[in-house]
């Protein structure tokens, strides 16, 4: 449920906004993840920047009509809690990483259709998948987007997001499905971020539309399932914090002017995909909502489709359809579930 911003934190934040809005997006990333302050900002508006949170969604839709939203990745990260706990970045970041929380939602409604791009949905590699009705994703993200600055003192209100897109995916958002839900324009929100804008703006690449897998390539990482909607999130996110921080974590006049991963200092004694993996190992706590099983036969959140003693339920609808996607997709889910009104 989307809550009332209390108005003087409101007036705060959409100043915060307006002056974020006509900074480079890089030198926000920067300084925000350096803890450091950024110039444009007022003292006030400082500390609420320093409170601010970094939000990245990424999403995936039916390519057919009705285009139904199937799946969300999403990461949040929040530089205090990094502030707590650690004193550097470590070799390639992974301290920042560690405290990056990946999820993966998958739609009840959805979660039977095909992925046309040859995603694999159980292969999250960075925390919990969990299936959940859309009104409880949109509960979830409406508690991402509504962060209280203190649970002590809720008149104090919220905190700032800083929200991370890729590519088209956040404009697809505002023409499709989306729970109703658009992080751009939530009141919280003092910033929207196009990844692939960030990197050109780091120098990482000299395109503006470079691909996941060729950002994190610089840096020595290779992708896995990367349109699994939670890799994607995750990935998205390590692209644009290494971007911002590239000369902070490998740069030497002397050694290593071009600023190369693996060529000076820490990074030199310490491989970037030995991280990765590292990461996919950490413990990441799953979305406190939602089931992990989620059988879309019969509804049922204590057993997959495989382990159903409903076998024999098809969709008749998808079963008669004269599209042949549909009818090699029949078996995966019952009539009732189908998300077509007719043939």
Not at 294 to 304: A, I, Q
């Amino acid at each position: 449920m989307v809550l009332p911003v209390p108005k003087s934190t409101q007036q705060k934040l959409e100043g915060l906004r307006r002056v974020v809005d006509i900074s480079p997006p890089a030198t926000v990333l920067k300084q925000y993840l350096k803890g450091e302050p950024l110039q444009v900002l007022s003292g006030s508006q400082n500390k609420l920047f320093k409170h601010a949170v970094v939000v990245c969604v990424f999403r995936k839709w039916l390519d057919q009509v009705p285009q139904s939203l199937m799946e969300i990745g999403i990461t949040t990260f929040d530089r205090l809690a990094f502030e707590k706990k650690f004193t550097s970045p470590g070799a390639h970041g992974e301290n920042f990483f560690k405290l990056i929380w990946s999820m993966h939602v998958r739609l009840h409604k959805s979660a039977h259709l095909p992925q046309s791009d040859g995603a694999k949905p159980d292969q999250f590699h960075f925390g919990t998948t969990i299936f959940s009705t859309e009104e409880q994703a949109r509960h979830m993200l409406d508690d991402i987007w509504q962060q209280p600055m203190s649970e002590e003192e809720p008149k104090r209100g919220f905190r700032a997001i800083i929200y991370l897109s890729f590519g088209n995916n956040d404009s697809l958002g505002m023409t499709r499905p989306n729970l109703d839900f658009n992080p751009s324009s939530m009141k919280t929100t003092i910033a929207t971020m196009n990844v692939q804008n960030i990197c050109h703006q780091a120098g990482t690449t000299s395109h503006q539309d470079a691909s996941v897998e060729y950002l994190l390539n610089v840096f020595d990482i290779k992708t896995y399932d990367l349109w699994n909607t939670g890799n994607a999130a995750t990935y998205i996110t390590y692209a644009a914090f290494l971007s911002v921080l590239r000369k902070d974590l490998y740069f030497d006049a002397k050694t290593n002017p071009k600023a190369k991963p693996g060529k000076f200092g820490q990074s030199a004694k310490k491989d970037s995909m030995e991280v990765m993996r590292c990461l996919a190992e950490w413990p990441t706590p799953p979305p406190p909502f939602g089931c992990e099983k989620f059988c879309t036969l019969c509804k049922s959140c204590d057993h997959t489709p495989l382990e159903c003693p409903k076998v024999s339920l098809t969709c008749k609808k998808c079963e008669a359809s004269f599209m042949f996607w549909r009818q090699v997709n029949a078996p995966s889910h019952s009539s009732k579930q189908c998300i077509f009104a007719n043939k």
